[in-house]
């Protein structure tokens, strides 16, 4: 049995959110509280499996709450998120801080009605149930500026002419891992990026924000009709699939909302799929940690046609799914630890690894 406790200041979601989990046999709700004080002082006496924790509240708030558990005696984390400009980049700020994944709030105003949400919700504990956490003082942190001067251009690299483009894909975990991935990639890196991560709309928009504050590259948030270019990163915003075009005078993206695929919009597959018809051998993909198997058909697709396909380890993934099905499926040509996955790109392009 999966124990959860729900914090949330509002009565409404606190029944809400927990009527949705006692409803699958293998979770029960064994406490709630109104404010991230209460839930702190029920810690070590409930000892819940997962926590679905909302970020403003009263008092000290979610993010104060999460920092405070992920130090002292780490739980699984879901931020439940109200869907608002501040409370997107609010949770972004949570995820840094160690919270393991999150989705909109479950309230009876939200479109599409509760069923979808409801899923959403018992899939996202269910995973979240299954990650070992370190306390955040014991972790590894990324050291940006070192690494990149370590990996700064050197006369004796000679860029490839193989490759013109990155597409990376990600779910749970990965504003994190991108962040770790994008933010030690130099400014001469000559390729662009295109990146399908699973966000709502609002979100991707903060986080695209958020990335290009603590990266060299330019990172934008992209729009139908936006050019690929050289040392960019294009992130596909919520509720829109992204697709890559070569069929005019400069290659661009194009953005659609055709059905979901894989239960997602924007879906890796999609990307990876219209990659491998513009791009093919010219491409790299990177997979990296997310639940589901959204992107293994269409990496399928581009390994096809000569593609080249990176895939973040079991041991550095929040979620070892996305990436687990690239693996399995064979087609993915090296597996990758997070912290090398910049390195490895690096590689590619200037012929280091791949001569």
Known sequence: MIR??????????????????????????IATAA??????NKLERVRPDVITMDIEMPGIGGLAAIREIMRSRPVPTIVLSAHAKRGAELT?????????????KPTPSLSGGLDAVARELIEKVKSACSIDLKPTEESSKPEPERRRENRSE??????????????????????VALKSV?????????????VVQHM????????AERLNGTCVLDVKEAEDGDPILPGQVLIAPGNYHMVVLRNSREPLVGLNQRE?????RPSVDVLMHSVAKEYGSQAIAVIMTGMGRDGAAGIRELRKTGGYVVAQDKETSVIFG????????????????LQRISDHLLDCVYERALA
């Open 4 to 29: 959860v406790m729900v914090v949330d200041d509002s009565p409404l979601v606190r029944k809400i959110a927990s009527d949705i989990l006692n409803s699958d046999p293998q979770i029960e709700v």
């Open 35 to 40: 404010k991230a004080e209460f839930a702190l």
């Open 92 to 104: 972004l700020q949570a995820l840094e801080a160690g919270a393991v994944d999150f989705m909109l």
């Open 154 to 175: 050197r006369p004796a690299d000679v860029l490839s002419s193989r490759f013109d483009l990155v597409a990376i894909g990600t779910s749970t975990g990965g504003p």
């Open 182 to 194: 994008l933010s030690v990639l130099p400014e001469s890196f000559p390729l662009p990026i295109v």
């Open 200 to 207: 709502p709309p609002l979100f991707t928009k903060a986080f």
């Open 260 to 264: 979901l695929v894989c239960g997602h």
């Open 322 to 337: 996305m990436n687990r099905e690239v693996i399995l499926n064979g087609d993915a040509d090296a597996v990758v630890p």
